[in-house]
């Protein structure tokens, strides 16, 4: 994999790891509405990060993003959308 490429999964998979304490504290009963907003931004944001990346490399480097990332992706998606349901 590419260095740039490898840096930018390296720095996402980090922004992931800090945003799952996010969670936690969100999903909390005591959680404010700033809070659960704040980390239903913070979640996009990686998203859409993570799907620039996969559109802006080959399919060889594709298939290895994927691999190192794709599955803590899933579950950030499958986290936000327990969060959108979340009554407010």
Request: glycine letters at 4%; aromatic letters at 2%; zero cysteines.
């Amino acid at each position: 994999m590419h260095t740039v490429i490898k840096q930018e999964v390296e720095r996402l998979i980090t922004l992931i790891s800090d945003l799952n304490e996010e969670f936690e504290s969100a999903s909390e009963d005591q959680a404010t509405l700033k809070q659960i907003d704040e980390v239903k931004t913070q979640t996009a944001q990686i998203i859409l990060k993570y799907n620039i990346l996969i559109k802006g490399v080959v399919s060889e480097e594709k298939a290895e993003v994927i691999r190192d990332i794709g599955l803590k992706i899933a579950e950030l998606e499958g986290q936000l959308s327990r969060l959108q349901e979340a009554p407010e």
